[in-house]
C-alpha cells in the first residue's frame, strides 16, 4: 500500500514510489492518492496554504483534491495510473 499526492510532494518523488513498487515485484500493489480528511492537521494545511480545491473525489483513485506547485493533478493520475 502506497500514497501519492501528499502536501509538497514532487513528480520525481511519486514517480520514486511507482518504481519502488516495480522492483519490488510484488503480486499486487495498490496506491491510493492523497485525499485530507476534515478535522485533520494535513487539512487544516491544505486549507491554510490554499491547496485544497473543491474537487472532492469519491475514491482514493479517482483525483487529488489539492492543487500544488510542486506537482499537477494530472501528475499525480499519471504516476497513480501508471
Request: hydrophobic share 35%; proline share 10%; aromatic share 10%.
Amino acid at each position: 500500500f502506497n500514497m501519492i499526492g501528499l502536501p509538497g510532494e514532487t513528480p520525481e518523488e511519486a514517480l520514486r514510489t511507482a518504481f519502488f513498487n516495480a522492483t519490488c515485484k510484488t503480486d499486487k500493489t495498490m496506491v491510493s492518492i492523497f485525499c485530507p480528511y476534515p478535522g485533520t492537521p494535513l487539512f487544516k494545511q491544505a486549507v491554510a496554504d490554499g491547496i485544497l480545491s473543491d474537487r472532492m473525489p469519491d475514491t482514493y483513485s479517482e483525483d487529488t483534491p489539492l492543487d500544488q506547485s510542486t506537482i499537477s493533478p494530472s501528475q499525480v493520475r499519471f504516476v497513480h495510473d501508471f
